[in-house]
């Protein structure tokens, strides 16, 4: 059984960072796209970053330059280092799994950016 497992959400001031991980049990990570999704209250989901199996990165254009989505195939493990984070960065952030006859998501961890 596939499983996500997000973890390192909180609340942070602006202009703060936080580190996010999904760690994956019942699959391997590492040879597919993994990526972090966000939705905020009353929006729709949207993409945040993604990581393939060979280590390239997308991030959405909000994002970029702020955070950086990196992998430990080692540890089954990938992760969000978010900086610079603004207001509008809140929301829950969901880890998702590409595979050819599936897409997993995680449960989701909340990052709120507030003073």
């Known amino acids: 059984q596939v499983q996500l497992v997000e973890s390192g959400g909180g609340l942070v001031q602006p202009g703060g960072s936080l580190r996010l991980s999904c760690a994956a049990s019942?699959?391997?990570?590492?040879?597919?796209?993994v990526g972090w999704y966000r939705q905020a209250p009353g929006k729709q989901r949207e993409f945040v970053a993604r990581?393939?199996?060979?280590?390239?990165?997308i991030y959405a254009d909000s994002v970029k330059g702020r955070f950086t989505m990196s992998r430990d195939n080692a540890k089954n493990t990938v992760y969000l280092q978010m900086s610079g984070l603004k207001p509008e960065d809140t929301a829950v952030y969901y880890c998702r799994l590409a595979r050819p006859d599936y897409i997993y998501w995680g449960q989701g961890t909340q990052v709120t950016v507030s003073s």
């Open positions: 019942g699959t391997i990570f590492s040879s597919y796209p």
């Open positions: 990581i393939l199996s060979d280590y390239s990165r």
